[in-house]
């Protein structure tokens, strides 16, 4: 990892200093043209210490797993994996169960999906989601010919987005996501049209 106090960086800082004083001495009129190369510079060696950082992160901790604790309170097992690809992004499955019994509109789920990240730091933060997979339950329906709903069993698949928000424990590695998001089903199907993407997963990274 790079060391912002290093003698690399305060070179790097020396050398920008130097080239600015020049540019001025040589090109007084372009005093805002030389501000804005400065300030190009010095973007440029935030990203080469960043990248530095990053290319060390890829080779730790890139898998989690997690539980959906705001499920469990209603007797329903969502369990997720994630993959980490890159610092800003990772890839993963999703699967949940209704332990109840009866007949329920979302009995069981599975997903696959993908998350880019826009946090400070590497797989933290503010993601964007993408999702698709199949869901099966039972939908009940109006009919024009019948008083009662009519109930049909389906199974479909859709495709949704989330937005959420990732916390990571570095020392003991503990994760926190809390998302919401809807998707849709497609194809003629006689389910429901949407369903959600929404939860409050712990886990762990290793």
């Not at 539980?67 to 309170?73: E, Q």
């Amino acid at each position: 990892m790079v060391n912002k106090d290093s003698t690399y960086v305060k070179n790097v800082k020396m050398g920008v200093n130097i080239m600015k004083m020049y540019l001025k001495s040589r090109c007084p009129h372009w005093g805002k043209k030389i501000t804005l190369l400065v300030l190009l510079l010095v973007l440029g060696l935030q990203i080469g210490i960043q990248a530095s950082e990053n290319k060390e992160y890829e080779l730790s901790k890139r898998h989690e797993i997690k539980l959906d604790v705001a499920y469990l309170l209603f007797a329903v097992v969502k369990a997720e994996y994630e993959f980490i690809l890159t610092p800003w992004s990772s890839t993963g499955v999703v699967g949940f169960i209704d332990l109840n019994s009866g007949d329920r509109v979302f009995k069981a789920q599975a997903l696959g999906l993908y998350r880019l990240y826009f946090g400070k730091k590497p797989n933290t933060g503010l993601f964007l989601e993408s999702n698709l997979g199949v869901t099966t339950g039972t939908y009940k329906e109006y009919s024009w010919t019948w008083d009662e709903r009519q109930k049909i069993d389906y199974t479909a698949f859709g495709v949704g987005l989330a937005l959420g928000w990732k916390h990571y424990i570095p020392q003991s590695g503990i994760v926190l996501d809390i998302f919401g998001g809807l998707g849709r089903f497609w194809g003629d199907y006689e389910n429901p049209e949407i369903y959600p993407r929404v939860g409050i997963c712990i886990g762990k990274r290793f």
